[in-house]
């Protein structure tokens, strides 16, 4: 049964407090606050898109809450925003982790796909940049498939990931949030695909650039670099960022990161093209693909 509002509002001052004191750890103090607030576990693990055995481990210390973590439990137990972001000071102790691959998959990828779901959904400005396939948010069907077909993954358990990442999609379609996306144009002509399905792939390129919430730059090659490419990364507001390395996703909320990669962004789209210019970059690739489709 739920605690009386005024009790709940004193017990939330307590575990601040003892959180502000180093008394209490993040784990501890998350547990009881989800006590105080008379929330079933099962209730309150459904709302932050994770299994109610996750958020056992989190509660009993015995698996360290991601800040993503925090934040979406937080979301779930409907806390103010003061009391949020107490939590999240505390949490930006461990600012930077990195998760491996390997972890995703044995948790299965599409509940991975859920999980940035809910990131997105709390984001109001998304910048991704991506140097080595389509972003997974404009990707089409077929392109999405040829990816996962990489990652070993069973094919009722790749049905699922497809479905969960073009579910996905339908936040560009939200006209609160804006979404600024900077690919190299090796990124273009990355050989996944049949040449008429790579073709579609950069159709839809074209037209998801359209959208007036959605910006789209390509990088040239003929283009003067100042810097390397390096790895994909995205940005989420600025409150955190997320860059993906061969093994592992790693996530970072300190501001200094942030402002690292936001630099490192901001210099890639400066020499990017966008608008119909880009769109004509795209369509002469898309062109010449399916005019090598057919010499062949």
Same mark, same amino acid.
């Given at each position: ?81 003061? /009391?949020?972001? &107490?939590?999240?000071?505390?949490? #930006? ?6 998760? =491996?691959?390997? *972890?995703? $998959? ?75 996306? /900077?690919?190299? &144009?090796?990124?273009?002509?990355? #050989? ?6 790579? =073709?579609?792939? *950069?159709? $839809? ?92």
């Amino acid at each position: 049964m739920p605690r009386p509002r005024h009790e709940a509002r004193r017990t939330i001052r307590v575990i601040l407090e003892e959180v502000r004191l180093n008394k209490a750890d993040l784990s501890t103090a998350l547990r009881e606050l989800r006590q105080a607030s008379g929330l079933p576990a099962k209730a309150v693990a459904r709302s932050a898109v994770m299994s109610q055995s996750k958020l056992s481990k989190i509660e009993n210390g015995h698996l360290a809450p991601s800040l993503t973590d925090v934040e979406r439990i937080l979301t779930a137990l409907e806390v103010s925003e003061e /009391v949020k972001a &107490e939590f999240i000071k505390v949490a #930006r102790v461990a600012a930077t982790e990195a998760t =491996a691959w390997r *972890l995703y $998959r044995r948790l299965g990828s599409h509940k991975k796909q859920l999980q940035i779901q809910a990131v997105e959904a709390q984001t109001a400005v998304i910048r991704l940049f991506q140097c080595s396939l389509i972003p997974g948010l404009l990707q089409t069907p077929e392109y999405v498939r040829a990816v996962l077909g990489r990652r070993n993954l069973t094919p009722d358990e790749t049905t699922r990931t497809v479905g969960a990442r073009l579910e996905r999609q339908s936040v560009l379609y939200d006209s609160g949030k804006s979404f600024h996306f /900077v690919i190299t &144009e090796p990124v273009l002509w990355w #050989r996944i695909l049949p040449a008429a399905m790579l =073709a579609s792939q *950069l159709d $839809r390129l074209v037209s998801i650039s359209r959208l007036s919430n959605v910006r789209i730059g390509v990088v040239p090659l003929a283009s003067r670099q100042t810097d390397f490419p390096g790895t994909p990364f995205c940005i989420f507001d600025e409150r955190l960022v997320t860059v993906e390395t061969p093994h592992a996703e790693v996530v970072t909320t300190e501001p200094r990161d942030i402002a690292t990669y936001a630099a490192k962004f901001n210099g890639f789209a400066a020499v990017a093209i966008y608008g119909d210019e880009m769109r004509r970059h795209i369509e002469r690739a898309r062109d010449e693909l399916l005019t090598g489709q057919e010499t062949v």
